[in-house]
């Protein structure tokens, strides 16, 4: 299963704090003085029913990827692995499933 689609995102603003990404956007939390740009990239594909793995971009960790099927954020480690250019899932999504993959900024 290979990604279907890559997407960059880039959002500037003067001041964040925290940031939160829902429906492919993300929203910031504002203090005063800081200037962040905050880029990430995000990919699809469709589930098959039986395969567990995945080809994402390279330099990639659990902790700055994050999986959702079917709209429901994947738990790293538990329910996806990451090694090298590959997440493995613990069970394969359903046939048809819609899986979204975020590069977070690192």
Same mark, same amino acid.
């Given at each position: ?5 890559? %997407? !960059?995102? #880039?959002?500037? @603003? @003067? ?6 990404? =829902? ?6 939390? %504002?203090?005063?003085?800081?200037? +962040? +740009? $905050?880029? *990430? ?6 589930? @098959?029913?039986?395969?567990?793995? $995945? ?6 960790? =659990?902790?700055?990827? $994050?999986?959702? =099927?079917?709209?429901? !954020? $994947? +738990?790293?480690? @538990?329910? *996806? +692995?990451? #090694? #090298? ?17 975020? *590069?977070?900024?690192?």
């Amino acid at each position: 299963m290979a990604l279907s689609k890559i %997407k !960059t995102n #880039s959002i500037t @603003d @003067d001041a964040v704090t925290t940031s939160k990404i =829902v429906n492919s956007a993300v929203t910031l939390v %504002k203090t005063s003085g800081v200037a +962040t +740009t $905050l880029t *990430y990239t995000s990919g699809t594909a469709i589930g @098959d029913g039986s395969t567990t793995t $995945l080809a994402i971009n390279s330099g990639r960790a =659990v902790n700055n990827v $994050l999986v959702d =099927v079917n709209g429901i !954020t $994947l +738990t790293p480690t @538990d329910d *996806y +692995t990451i #090694s #090298s250019t590959t997440l493995t899932f613990q069970a394969a999504p359903a046939s048809l499933a819609e899986i979204t993959i975020r *590069y977070l900024p690192i």
